[in-house]
C-alpha cells in the first residue's frame, strides 16, 4: 500500500471511529443480532471528507484484488453512497467505472427493474459492495440480482466487516470472493 492510500486509510479509520462506531447498551443489527457495538457506516460514507477516502480505498482493493469491474453496486442504502464515491474517483483516475443500485425487490412499475443506474448489458463484470457485513445478507441480495440480471460478479467488499459470519456465506454459499476495508475491531 502506498504512503497515500495508507493516510486515507488512516483519515478514514479516524472518521469512521468517530462518527460511525458506537459503544455501550445494547444494539439490535439488521441480522436480528444484539451487540454492544454498532456502526452506522452512513454517517461517514455520506460525510463530504469521507467520500473521496472510501473511493480511493474502494478502487485500491479492487485493484489488489485484480478485478477489472465495468461497474460497481449494491443494495441500496448502505452501499447507495460507496458506490457513487468509486464512481466519482474512479472518473477522476482516468478509468471510470460506472455504479448501478440494487433495489430491495423490483419495482412495481415503469420498468419493473430491480437494478437501476445501468442500461441493460451495460455492465458485464461488477463488484458488489456494501457498508457493513455481519452476516452477509444484504450483500448475498445483491450479488443473486446482479447475478439474475446476467452480470458476472468478480467479488463483494465491505467497508466494516463485523467478522460473524458474512465471508464464509458469501465465499463458501455463493462461491463470490469477500474483501473488506475495515474489520470492527480496527475501529
Not at 52 to 59: A, C, D, E, I, N
Not at 113 to 122: A, K, P, T, V
Not at 140 to 149: G, L, P, S, V
Amino acid at each position: 500500500m502506498t504512503m497515500a492510500l495508507e493516510q486515507d486509510q488512516d483519515q478514514l479509520r479516524q472518521l469512521l471511529s468517530a462518527r460511525s462506531v458506537k459503544r455501550g447498551g445494547e444494539f439490535k443489527l439488521a441480522s436480528g443480532r444484539i451487540s454492544t457495538v454498532y456502526c452506522d457506516a452512513r454517517v461517514t460514507t455520506c460525510h463530504a471528507m469521507a467520500a473521496p477516502l472510501v473511493g480511493r480505498l474502494f478502487l485500491a482493493k479492487i485493484a489488489e484484488r485484480g478485478w477489472k469491474p465495468q461497474a460497481i453496486g449494491g443494495l441500496t442504502m448502505g452501499a447507495d453512497p460507496i458506490v457513487m464515491a468509486v464512481a466519482h474517483e474512479s472518473a477522476i483516475a482516468g478509468a471510470p467505472v460506472n455504479g448501478f443500485l440494487v433495489r430491495k425487490e423490483a419495482k412495481g412499475h415503469g420498468t419493473k427493474r430491480q437494478i437501476e443506474g445501468l442500461l441493460d448489458g451495460e455492465a458485464t463484470d461488477v463488484v458488489i459492495v456494501d457498508d457493513v457485513c455481519t452476516t452477509g445478507d444484504s450483500t448475498i441480495k445483491a450479488i443473486q440480482a446482479a447475478r439474475e440480471a446476467g452480470m458476472n460478479v468478480l467479488g463483494a467488499i465491505c467497508l466494516v466487516d463485523r467478522e460473524e459470519g458474512a465471508r464464509e456465506a458469501i465465499e463458501g454459499d455463493l462461491g463470490c470472493p469477500f474483501d473488506r476495508v475495515f474489520r470492527i475491531a480496527e475501529l
